[in-house]
């Protein structure tokens, strides 16, 4: 059962595009998203190293920074076919998230993030039953190999990161076997 959700998908059309372009669309998105996770993989050390530099004031000297960088996920899973793997945080309001998620192997998949009020809607549609729910627009993206973003939570609340391969979204990825997926998510909080 698909559900008529808010956001439409602009992006590439799979269903008009010859086999040529949809091999080179994948294959082009498969090396973008290695190169990624290849510089990626040093992502820990990085967040830790920026974290530890303070920025400068107007004068040249160190400046005193709260920001706080918490490396919350960063790891590789399979989704199985037919299945969707979630994740949830519970944030404070003004919690920046520094986020990707990339397709190392198999086909497109949903990315969506949504919160408490909306998770139980998705949860009933995934199960087959009646059920509405919404995602934030700037955490999500249907029938994709990658995306890349930053979301700031907008009230203190847990939130969900769902990487679907069950299909069943309407304008969404049609499963075509199980995804490998690289995950990162970093929490960046700015203190007083």
């Not at 808010?6 to 269903?15: A, C, E, G, K, P």
């Not at 996920?73 to 199985?80: D, F, H, M, S």
């Not at 949830?88 to 993030?113: C, F, H, K, R």
Request: net charge negative.
């Amino acid at each position: 059962m698909a559900y008529p959700h808010h956001y439409r998908s602009t992006d590439y059309n799979y269903n008009n595009a010859s086999d040529k372009h949809k091999n080179i669309k994948r294959i082009a998105l498969l090396t973008s998203a290695i190169v990624l996770v290849l510089t990626l993989a040093l992502a820990p050390a990085a967040v830790a190293t920026v974290a530890s530099i303070p920025p400068l004031s107007s004068d040249g000297t160190p400046a005193a920074s709260s920001d706080t960088y918490t490396l919350l996920r960063n790891n590789i899973t399979v989704v199985e076919e037919g299945f969707y793997n979630w994740y949830s945080w519970q944030l404070d309001n003004g919690t920046e998230l520094l986020v990707t998620v990339a397709v190392l192997g198999g086909g497109p998949v949903d990315i969506m993030l949504m919160d408490t009020e909306d998770w139980p809607g998705f949860q009933s549609v995934m199960a087959g039953g009646n059920g509405t729910f919404t995602y934030y627009i700037a955490g999500s993206r249907l029938d994709t190999f990658a995306h890349i973003y930053n979301f700031t939570a907008p009230v203190s609340d847990t939130f969900y990161l769902v990487v679907n391969n069950a299909g069943q979204i309407e304008g969404g990825a049609e499963p075509s076997g199980d995804a490998s997926v690289y995950i990162s998510v970093v929490a960046k909080t700015t203190g007083p």
